[in-house]
Nanobody, 117 residues
């Protein structure tokens, strides 16, 4: 499984940015589960940002609730993360993931998001 994330870059605090992730598999298959985004800031552990189930149920980290929105387009085998009102503390490498039929997460290479104040 390959997951290609894109859309990272530098954004000013309070602006907006959209991350995209394209999977090399049919994410609507019964063999697949959640799509999601995690991040790792410098010197910190990786943390969940948002996940969305095959049925469109989304969950978010408390730190991004109300600011970030996750979505998926199964026809395009894609997931997205709309980042509205990012803060400098959102600066991190963002990783896309796709849950496989074993309940494990497949990972893509990250995309760096830098939020300037």
């Amino acid at each position: 499984v390959q997951l290609q994330a894109s859309g990272g870059g530098r954004v000013e605090a309070g602006g907006s940015l959209r991350l995209s992730c394209v999977a090399s598999v049919n994410i609507a298959s019964r063999d697949r589960g959640d799509m999601g985004w995690y991040r790792r800031a410098a010197g910190k552990e990786r943390e969940m940002v948002a996940r969305i189930s095959r049925f469109g149920v989304a969950r978010y980290a408390d730190s991004v609730k109300g600011r970030f929105t996750i979505s998926r387009d199964d026809l395009k085998n894609s997931a997205y993360l709309e980042m509205n009102g990012p803060k400098p503390e959102d600066t991190a490498v963002y990783y896309c993931m796709s849950e496989n039929r074993f309940g494990m997460d497949d990972w893509g290479k990250g995309t760096l998001v830098t939020v300037s104040s």
